[in-house]
């Protein structure tokens, strides 16, 4: 599935210099990348930093670098570049800049080289995400469900939004604050059709995958906190501590809980499978009552026993 990235990647606490003896001295070797990767880039923001030079300056073999680099990032050093590229080419935009000024600005060097790396990311194009999504065009569904009201909503690239609540006029209104500048927004339920029966089988158990094209922004680390959602299995839940920790960040509980509540698509991206450390459903954006009858339904449909829907936490 695509998850479009705004990949907004920020350097790990810089814990001390020295040799990369221990967890601290190897967070303190990945800031140092990260600062030099940033000085360059503000000094000449079309600037490449190679993973050669990257290494020479820590004092590392590049392919160790990168290796650690992307085990306490998540992204490797480039990839990091480019979410710099990325971020500074969005704040352009965002200001007023134009697409040709924000793309140089950003150090794209060509516009053929931001619309094929922006466009993805951002999930739509450079030009319409510059006015907040202007000249989108969505349709949206609605339909009832196990869990109420249930709001579909996609453009031609894939489903943007989905809402679970009581009343249409309200999930309709959700839709538009979500997408305030979209040129379109109109139902069509016709259209959906094939999308909401696959999300309702989602909540049934008939679909275990929903195999949908999507189409979301996300921050990197939204992204990674996303796709370890899709990996647990059905009837079975994960705390939001063991999510970081798979992670490889075990002290990003909040940050995971943060990425869960700003989840654009429910069910498909199953964010109510995250739970507090003591076993307890914790917040949901659609409210903990369908958190919690959505759970149970899942352990039904597994059958899976209760005391077997999640595997044994940490203590902590």
């Given amino acids: 599935m695509y998850l479009g990235g ?3 990647a920020t350097p790990p606490q810089a814990a001390k210099s020295g040799p990369a003896d221990t967890a601290a001295d190897r967070v303190a070797l990945v ?14 923001c079309e600037s490449t930093v190679t993973l050669a030079e990257l290494g020479s300056h820590c004092s590392m073999s590049p392919w160790h670098l990168q290796r650690l680099f992307k085990r306490i990032m998540g992204v490797t050093p480039r990839q990091y570049a480019d979410a710099k590229r990325l971020d500074r080419f969005r704040s352009g935009l965002q200001e007023g800049n134009g697409v040709a000024s924000a793309t140089y600005h950003a150090g794209f060097g060509s516009s053929s080289r931001v619309y094929e790396r922006a466009g993805p990311a951002l999930g739509m194009t450079p030009a319409t995400y510059a006015k907040g999504g202007r000249g989108a065009s969505i349709s949206y569904a609605l339909a009832d ?8 909503a996609a453009t031609q690239r894939g489903v943007c939004f989905v809402a679970l609540g009581d009343e249409d006029s309200v999930l309709i209104e959700k839709l538009r604050a979500e997408y305030p500048a ?12 094939q999308m909401v029966r696959t999300i309702l089988g ?6 275990p995958h929903a195999g949908l094209p999507l189409d979301i922004r996300a921050t990197a680390f939204q992204r990674r906190v996303w796709e370890e959602l899709t990996r647990i299995p059905l009837g079975e839940t994960r705390s939001y501590r063991e999510i970081a920790t798979a992670l490889g960040q075990p002290r990003a509980q909040r940050a995971v809980g943060r990425a869960c509540a700003t989840n654009p698509l429910p069910l498909i991206i199953p964010c109510h499978r995250a ?3 003591d076993g307890e459903v914790g917040g949901y954006r659609w409210g903990a009552t369908r958190k919690r009858k959505l759970l149970s339904l899942e352990i039904e449909v597994s059958g899976k026993p209760e005391a077997q829907k999640r595997p044994s936490s940490p203590a902590g």
């Fill in 182 to 193: 979209a040129a379109r927004i109109e139902r069509d339920d016709k259209a959906l059709g």
């Fill in 31 to 44: 800031s140092r990348a990260c600062r030099y990767i940033d000085e360059r880039m503000a000094g000449d």
């Fill in 202 to 207: 989602l909540i049934d158990g008939s679909q």
């Fill in 6 to 8: 705004d990949t907004r």
């Fill in 145 to 152: 469900s196990p869990l109420g009201r249930l709001l579909v």
């Fill in 275 to 277: 739970v507090r450390q």
